[in-house]
């Protein structure tokens, strides 16, 4: 069984994840091939770009199914920024279904000036103490890490969001169902904050 699968579906900063899970000494495989993923222990899930098409790459890859017969086997699986969208239910950005592992939809930010659209830059996390994605963060002052995103994740149930950010409105820039996890920031490029983080993932 290999250790942790980063899944390669045509977009996403895989090299920077892989990069970042090396220095804490945690070996990952980047891979496309069903047969890979489902031999996964532990899943990452990135994203960049538009809903809809990241749905579609995943469905002609073979993955969509893959993905949640692992996460039903209780394999841990972590979504990052779009990857995090994809566990909804739907997203306003697109048409095609999401992975349903999370319950909610993605909506657009309508955010009041100065503030623009899309949030990007660094911003203050504010997470659940209890999250194991979470675990060591009460050493430090507070939890910064680095976005860029025009939408944000609605959880149907408030139990599933494990931090919020302030951006024009809070927003859940963290959720967790079981095993499940996502993060609407980018753990891969916010230094000391990303690399916990991901030490945490690894070690469930």
């Not at 979470?134 to 994740?153: K, L, P, Q």
């Amino acid at each position: 069984m290999t250790s942790i699968v980063i899944i390669d579906y045509g977009m996403g900063n895989l090299g920077s994840i892989q990069n970042m899970l090396k220095k804490i000494g945690q070996p990952a495989v980047i891979a496309s091939e069903p047969t890979v993923v489902s031999q996964a222990a532990k899943l990452i899930l990135p994203g960049v770009g538009a809903f809809d098409h990241a749905m579609a790459n995943l469905a002609q890859r073979g993955l969509t199914e893959v993905i949640q017969q692992r996460v039903a086997k209780g394999r841990p699986l972590l979504g990052i920024c779009l990857g995090m969208q994809l566990l909804a239910h739907r997203s306003d950005e697109g048409t095609l279904p999401g992975l349903g592992l999370v319950p909610g939809q993605v909506v657009k930010f309508s955010v009041p000036a100065p503030l623009k659209i899309p949030h990007m830059g660094w911003n203050v996390v504010q997470y659940q103490a209890n999250s194991p994605l979470f675990r060591g963060f009460a050493n430090w002052d507070e939890a910064r890490f680095y976005f860029v995103h025009s939408y944000y994740y609605q959880c149907h149930d408030p139990g599933h969001v494990a931090a919020t950010t302030w951006y024009g409105t809070h927003f859940a820039s963290a959720v967790q169902n079981g095993l499940v996890f996502g993060t609407q920031f980018h753990p891969e490029k916010s230094h000391k904050f990303g690399l916990l983080l991901l030490r945490n993932f690894a070690q469930l």
